[in-house]
C-alpha cells in the first residue's frame, strides 16, 4: 500500500475526557474517530477508552485562531496570570492571546495583562 492509497486525514475531531468536566482538550486530524482518539492518547498521554471523539466538521479548514475559538466557539482558556478561565464576555474586555503557535495557547484576561504589564 503506498501513501497515496491511504486516506488523507483531514477530518476534525475535538477529543475530551469522558470523565472530566467535559471541556474541549484538543482538535485532533484523523480519517477515523477511532485514529483521533488513538492519536490524543499518544500525544496527551490521555486514557485511550476515557476519551470521545466528536466529529467538527467547521475545523476541517484548520484550527481556529485563540480569538476564534473563544469569539465565535465559546471556549475558554487558562489565563496566564491569575489561573482562572479566560473567554469572551459582554461585561468585560476582549482576551488578550499572547502565544497562539503552541497548544495551547498563551491567553490572559485583559484587566490581568494590563498589570503584569506596570509591574511584571
Ligand atoms: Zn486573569
Not at 13 to 25: I, Q, S, T
Not at 61 to 89: E, N, Q, Y
Request: glycine share 4%; with cysteine.
Amino acid at each position: 500500500m503506498t501513501a497515496a492509497a491511504k486516506p488523507r486525514p483531514d477530518r476534525a475531531y475535538l477529543l475530551r475526557y469522558r470523565d472530566g468536566d467535559m471541556e474541549p482538550c484538543a482538535i485532533v486530524y484523523a480519517p477515523t474517530a477511532r485514529d483521533a482518539r488513538r492519536q490524543f492518547h499518544a500525544i496527551d498521554g490521555a486514557e485511550y477508552m476515557r476519551t470521545d471523539a466528536e466529529r467538527k466538521p467547521e475545523f476541517d479548514a484548520g484550527v481556529p485562531s485563540a480569538l476564534d475559538l473563544m469569539a465565535k466557539h465559546g471556549w475558554w482558556f487558562t489565563c496566564r496570570h491569575c489561573g482562572d478561565p479566560a473567554t469572551f464576555r459582554e461585561s468585560e474586555p476582549s482576551p488578550v492571546v499572547l502565544d497562539d503557535r503552541a497548544w495551547p495557547p498563551t491567553v490572559a484576561h485583559a484587566a490581568c495583562h494590563a498589570k503584569a504589564e506596570v509591574s511584571p
